[in-house]
């Protein structure tokens, strides 16, 4: 056993890669891109599935917020068997934990290790979802107001409150479907803004 992962992490054997901690549980900044301010937002219809994966800025007021939620980022393990860490990145909203030790020790010894995941190691991730309204002015005579998905994570949560008339900045981004649902949908998927920045112009419109 001379193999060791170059992070320093003694509590392993380094012989597969999810022995090795993940950048992120160390990373304490948060990165976020702005769209230029020159630019115009989108009212929420002129968001079309031909910008998917850009960055957009929108207009709209905020209808809807869910509370603030724990989201896994990485999911720490550690084996019955061999005492090792095991680290999972978490990227999506749904994932399948790890059942059983990927260690070398644990295979050589042709044990089926245990992993029982360590909520107190894991990385979470403030999360918040929160709907926003096309403005009245922008809405077509005779249509009804179409609204959008956010998503904001870390340090955007808590930034906006129902009421709330802004302009996001964010990445416009295909959602797919989980579970039952994924079976019905085939290949159509939701959208969401993964926001990045915001704007506020006025607070509690109407109130
Ligand atoms: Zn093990």
């Given amino acids: 056993m001379t193999q060791k992962a170059d992070d320093g992490n003694d509590n392993a054997d380094g012989s597969d890669p999810r022995q090795k901690m993940p950048p992120e549980i160390k990373r304490y900044y948060e990165v976020h891109i702005r769209a230029p301010s020159k630019w115009r937002p989108f009212t929420i219809r002129e968001v079309k599935a031909s910008?998917?994966?850009?960055?957009?800025?929108?207009?709209?007021?905020?209808?809807?917020?869910?509370?603030?939620?724990?989201?896994?980022?990485?999911a720490v393990y550690t084996c019955e068997e061999c005492g090792y860490e095991i680290f999972q990145d978490v990227t999506a909203r749904v994932f399948m934990p790890l059942f059983e030790c990927p260690s070398?020790?644990?295979?050589?010894?042709?044990?089926?290790?245990?992993?029982?995941?360590?909520?107190?190691?894991?990385?979470?991730?403030?999360?918040?979802?929160?709907?926003?309204?096309?403005l009245a002015e922008h809405v077509p005579k005779g249509h009804i107001p179409r609204s959008m998905t956010g998503h904001f994570r870390g340090e955007m949560t808590r930034k906006v409150a129902p009421g709330d008339v802004v302009e996001l900045s964010g990445i416009f981004l295909p959602i797919p479907y989980t579970g039952f649902r994924a079976m019905r949908a085939g290949l159509v998927a939701d959208t969401y803004l993964e926001v990045m920045s915001d704007t506020h112009f006025k607070k509690k419109y109407g109130v």
């Fill in 51 to 74: 910008y998917i994966g850009q960055l957009v800025r929108i207009s709209g007021i905020v209808t809807r917020c869910s509370d603030v939620k724990p989201l896994m980022q990485v």
């Fill in 104 to 134: 070398k020790l644990c295979f050589v010894n042709r044990k089926k290790g245990n992993l029982i995941l360590q909520l107190r190691a894991s990385k979470f991730l403030k999360f918040q979802e929160a709907k926003i309204q096309e």
